[in-house]
């Protein structure tokens, strides 16, 4: 009995489309040969190709969001967990970068094709960041007076270690070191 045609395995099938050939040949005629099924049962799920191009970059966005919540969300100091948290997101984008470079590319052509996806990730992100700058506030560790604000600005002053624009800096000697001099300066201009 085949397996039943779901949007998960959809979205799966997609990114192994997308890798073999690229977003710009990849087609929904693909998917739909890959699983064995009609075009048509495809747009079932997801009504056009942009819906379903922009279904599989929310997926690919998203996949951080669970282990930076709990980071995020985790009790104890909020130093500590601010710099778990964009050392995570560092993690996670070095290794999307690295694992495969080729699916990495077809993303970053998919994430400029999607800008309103992007805006959702990157709000979800800087919620993140300004859930960790509150509670620092609230526990008397930071002097952040604007936790949203203090958040966008901790997002765009750590901006080279997850714009993928910078991706090829990511595996540079000195980078490590580089990130950890950064996060010590956001920590120390955010203690009380």
């Not at 970059?57 to 104890?76: F, I, M, Y």
């Not at 949203?148 to 070191?177: K, M, V």
């Amino acid at each position: 009995m085949p397996e039943p045609l779901t949007p998960a395995r959809i979205l799966e099938t997609t990114e192994d489309v997308l890798r073999r050939f690229g977003p710009a040949k990849a087609t929904v005629v693909d998917v739909a040969r890959a699983l064995g099924v009609s075009h048509g049962s495809v747009y079932r799920h997801f009504g056009s190709k942009a819906a379903l191009r922009e279904a599989v970059t929310q997926r690919w966005l998203d996949q951080s969001h669970t282990t930076l919540s709990a980071v995020a969300d985790a009790e104890g100091p909020a130093g500590p967990r601010l710099r778990e948290w964009l050392a995570a997101l560092f993690a996670a984008k070095r290794r999307k970068a690295g694992d495969d470079p080729e699916l990495f590319a077809t993303y970053m052509v998919l994430v400029g094709e999607n800008s309103g996806v992007v805006e959702r990730h990157v709000e979800t992100m800087i919620g993140q960041l300004a859930r960790i700058v509150a509670s620092g506030v609230r526990d008397g560790e930071f002097t952040a007076p604007d936790p949203a604000a203090t958040a966008r600005a901790l997002w765009d002053a750590t901006n080279r270690f997850h714009d993928p624009a910078y991706a090829a800096e990511w595996s540079r000697p000195g980078i490590d070191e580089a990130f950890a001099t950064v996060c010590d300066l956001v920590l120390r201009g955010l203690r009380a």
